[in-house]
């Protein structure tokens, strides 16, 4: 049974950088063909894909993140990791990290259907 665990501050100033990170067991972040993405949460909103990280190492963004967001991984620890620089208040959200099933490319690691894996979600909130 794979199992995620978000990690991180759950209170963040505004033009700070939010560091989050997904510690995984059950299963490796290496393993062919799966993909580790971060899925964040707004209040009153709908999930947002925010990126992903493949098994080996590729890395892709929403474009609407992607000049904010960088997502990184530590093997040894089985660990990926979420930075979204320059936050506001409407970075508020809940965030989870996720993992994909057996699929391959941006068309899958997009849609939500995908994800057979989640962590429980850690709040985070950007106020001064």
């Known amino acids: 049974q794979v199992q995620l665990q978000e990690s991180g501050p759950g209170l963040v100033k505004p033009s700070q950088t939010l560091s989050l990170t997904c510690t995984v067991s059950?299963?490796?972040?290496?393993?062919?063909?799966?993909?580790w993405s971060w899925i964040r949460q707004p209040p009153g909103k709908g999930l947002e894909w925010m990126g992903v990280?493949?098994?080996?190492?590729?890395?892709y963004y929403s474009p609407s993140l992607k000049s904010r967001t960088s997502i990184s991984r530590d093997t040894s620890k089985n660990q990926f990791s979420l930075q979204l620089s320059s936050v506001t208040p409407e970075d508020t959200a809940v965030y989870y990290c996720?993992?994909?099933?057996?699929?391959?490319?941006?068309?899958?690691?997009?849609?939500?259907?995908?994800?057979?894996?989640w962590g429980q979600g850690t709040q985070v909130t950007v106020s001064s």
């Open positions: 996720a993992r994909t099933g057996y699929c391959s490319g941006y068309g899958c690691y997009i849609n939500l259907y995908e994800y057979d894996y």
């Open positions: 059950g299963g490796s972040i290496t393993t062919s063909y799966y993909a």
């Open positions: 990280i493949a098994y080996d190492g590729s890395t």
